[in-house]
């Protein structure tokens, strides 16, 4: 398999975009990462997104966006894995050039929620959980979570409120960043404050719904030009556990996450303790607790010990979501774990301003989607 | 729910019938086409006691489409060994808590289908003080 290089990135504000629709977003980033990377077209354009069908009513997303990007006739075909389809794309991605097939590829991931009514993207975000077993039976995309949480802390004996730090740090890393949805700070206190969107999980636990697109554009050693700044994808690897979590030997272990850090640590060559930051999938805070634990930053039930020590804070052991992660720069769904490879490339390329993450050189970012019956993590080099 | 999707589902919707393996004996649901634990394809149906006990629960407030909040959902740790998720019903969220004995009872699950008609399944209820008595 060839090397492969991030050459370009891009992305759109995240926020309520009520002028722009699926086409002019996803164009919008491919074209920004083009022309960061410098190249007029590529031989192949992968898409990432999960609502597109149920809320926008648009399928066939790798032709609109080729066509809306000026990129025809490039192989185009879009990549669902739910709220990891940012993250699977960039895979799909890199594995076509790692393969030999394309030399220049491009991947967005692209999610526009705000069209529809809240009750309609509920709906839509359960689809991404066991319909049979969990959605027909009102166990919403929230409600799975907060089963996750509860247990975490019936077993932890931790409080609702020692899940504040990551919700206050991505807050205070999202003042900076101009395309955050959340720019400003929140406290423990608002944090505890916040009303219960499913007891007991709060608002301020939860990502918002939002409208986004994020592309890189990836190439392989041989593509790669002098005026490259190029970030290497040291290792990528993702991994499946049961739809349904009741099927969960441990509720509290993300056996996919685990499993997919393991492999992309291993072809990398790298171990957690070498990441000089972590783009974390922190749709809600719980999830962040169970992906560090999965990732080997924090041994199992004491992710929010840590969190409490600053670990995770900027400065700490691990710097956490350094542009304000799902929680704080927003969580367009499928588009999210292109916006942390995104905001990872800009960071390991000394680009991230106020947001820098001093002497960056590796980074982990994680999607993780259903509830960690699927995730895809890269490891990513400067 | 399409009807065709909750004709095939009535099964382990209305009697809580997942499936026995043969050759290991462990038990699973929902049904599937192989054993969870030895991969045998020799499953039978087995229907669960529907007795278990409250792994995790938690009160949606905000609902999905085809729903009414508030309502109480948990994971259930079935006497059998395994877990499955539903709602709660017949309590209030102050009188429920980790480890409590519950049991499954039958109810509509959807306030309307999309054609009209109703969705019944299982959900799950405290144990009855006189059964939790006998």
């Not at chain 1, 219960?196 to 301020?204: C, D, E, Q, S, T």
């Not at chain 1, 002497?359 to 990513?380: D, K």
């Not at chain 2, 065709?4 to 382990?12: D, N």
């Not at chain 2, 309502?71 to 709602?87: C, N």
């Amino acid at each position: 398999m060839r090397d492969v290089f991030i050459i370009g990135t891009g992305q759109t504000p995240v926020g309520e975009h009520w002028d722009l629709g699926l086409r002019e977003l996803g164009a919008s980033a491919i074209r920004a990462a083009l022309d960061d990377a410098g190249v007029e077209t590529v031989d192949a354009l992968f898409v990432g997104n999960m609502l597109g069908g149920c809320v926008n009513g648009q399928e066939n997303l790798g032709a609109l966006l080729a066509d809306a990007a000026d990129l025809l006739p490039a192989e185009a075909w879009k990549v669902e894995a739910a709220c990891a389809s940012g993250g699977a794309v960039v895979r799909a991605a890199a594995l076509s050039v790692a393969a030999g097939i394309h030399d220049v590829a491009v991947a967005v991931a692209v999610e526009k929620m705000t069209d529809a009514v809240s009750e309609q993207v509920t709906a839509g975000l359960a689809t991404a959980s066991d319909g049979d077993y969990e959605a027909s039976h009102g166990l919403s995309f929230v409600a799975l979570s907060a089963l996750l949480m509860r247990r975490y802390m019936h077993e932890t004996g931790a409080s609702r409120e020692d899940f504040a730090p990551f919700a206050v740090t991505a807050h205070r890393n999202a003042a900076a960043n101009a395309n955050a949805m959340f720019r400003e700070p929140i406290s423990a206190e608002d944090f505890a404050r916040s009303p219960l969107v499913a007891a007991p999980i709060g608002v301020l636990d939860a990502a918002p719904i939002s409208d986004g697109a994020a592309a890189v554009v990836i190439c392989s050693r041989e593509a790669l030009q002098p005026h490259h700044r190029p970030v290497r994808i040291s290792g990528v690897a993702a991994a499946t556990d049961t739809i349904g979590l009741a099927g969960r030997a441990d509720l509290l272990t993300l056996g996919a996450a685990q499993r997919s850090a393991e492999k992309a640590f291993a072809a990398s060559g790298f171990a957690p303790k070498d990441m000089d930051f972590f783009e974390a999938h922190d749709a809600f805070t719980i999830i962040t607790a169970l992906s560090l634990e999965a990732c080997g930053f924090a041994p199992r039930g004491e992710a929010l010990k840590r969190a409490a020590h600053g670990c995770f804070s900027p400065g700490g052991c691990v710097p956490l979501s350094t542009f304000g992660g799902l929680k704080a720069r927003g969580h367009p769904v499928g588009a999210s774990g292109a916006y942390q490879i995104v905001e990872a490339a800009m960071q390991l390329r000394g680009e991230a301003g106020a947001n820098q993450v001093p002497n960056a050189r590796v980074a982990l970012t994680q999607s993780v989607g259903g509830h960690g019956s699927i995730a895809v993590t890269h490891v990513l080099e400067a | 729910m399409d009807l065709p999707r909750y004709h095939r589902l009535t099964a382990p919707y209305y009697r809580l019938e997942g499936q026995r393996c043969k050759e290991c004996g462990a038990v699973q649901f929902p049904p599937r086409g192989t054993c969870g634990a030895c991969r045998s394809q020799q499953m039978e149906t087995y229907r669960f006691s529907g007795r278990g006990t409250i792994f995790s629960f938690a009160e949606v407030a905000q609902a999905p489409k085809g729903f009414s909040a508030p309502y109480l959902v948990a994971m259930v740790e079935l006497e059998e060994g395994i877990r499955v998720t539903a709602q709660l019903t017949d309590v209030d969220v102050e009188d429920v808590e980790i480890g409590m004995p519950v049991e499954m009872v039958t109810r509509r699950l959807q306030e309307k289908g999309p054609h009209g008609y109703l969705v019944y399944g299982y959900k799950f209820r405290p144990v009855l003080k006189q059964r939790r008595a006998s």
